[in-house]
Antibody, heavy 114, light 110 residues
């Protein structure tokens, strides 16, 4: 059974940093491109970032470019999102996903507030 | 990348059929056979209902069907049931590792 389990969310002050993790199991993680998608409270889904299967290629939405860094450790079957210079508008549930195959985690909530 | 266009809401009575449209451009929906549809109940993660435009994952009811023509994709739910009440999102690959979502459609079962 495919499982994606996010962790690392929480309360952070504006301007602060946070690192999200996503532990994958039940599929060959190292063969899949992976993605982060977020959903602000009461809003729709927003595509945030992507990383190729070997980590050699990354993509960022304009809204997070220069502030967020996506990475992966295929030896640990884990995806990461390093978030910096956080703003109120970054507050959302962050989902780890493999959009080509429709695998999603349950999400982790990031709250940005002073 | 602009969001795909979906109606904000649709409604139908139990047993009826409804269709949700998803309009993109020649750079996303029109260029790739990689349109997916997700169902999301409140407080839950999105669930894949349709992938590659018209394919159903194992375990998804055959009451759900997808179609794509040109820059527009659509999701049809037949034989509406109370449990189908949820938010629905379309999603398309847009090239260069980017994906784009629709704004979401709230389905109400009357």
């Amino acid at each position: 059974e495919v499982q994606l389990v996010e962790s690392g969310g929480g309360l952070v002050q504006p301007g602060g940093s946070l690192r999200l993790s996503c532990a994958a199991s039940g599929f060959t993680f190292s063969s899949y491109a992976m993605h982060w998608v977020r959903q602000a409270p009461g809003k729709g889904l927003e595509y945030v970032s992507a990383i190729s299967s070997n980590g050699g290629s990354t993509y960022y939405a304009n809204s997070v470019k220069g502030r967020f860094t996506i990475s992966r450790d295929n030896s640990k079957n884990t995806l990461y999102l390093q978030m910096g210079s956080l703003r109120a508008e970054d507050m959302a549930v962050y989902y780890c996903a493999s959009l080509f195959y429709g695998y999603w985690g349950q999400g982790t909530l990031v709250t940005v507030s002073s | 990348q602009s969001a795909l266009t979906q109606p904000a809401s649709v409604s139908g009575s139990p047993g009826q059929s409804i269709t949700i449209s998803c309009t993109g451009t020649s750079s996303d929906v029109g260029s790739y056979n990689l349109v997916s549809w997700y169902q999301q109940h409140p407080g839950k993660a999105p669930k894949l209902m349709i992938y590659e435009g018209s394919k159903r994952p194992s375990g998804v009811s055959n009451r759900f069907s997808g179609f794509k023509s040109g820059n527009t994709a659509s999701l049809t739910i037949s034989g509406l049931q109370a449990e189908d009440e949820a938010d629905y999102y379309c999603c398309s690959y847009a090239g260069s590792s980017s994906w784009v979502f629709g704004g979401g459609t709230k389905l109400t079962v009357l």
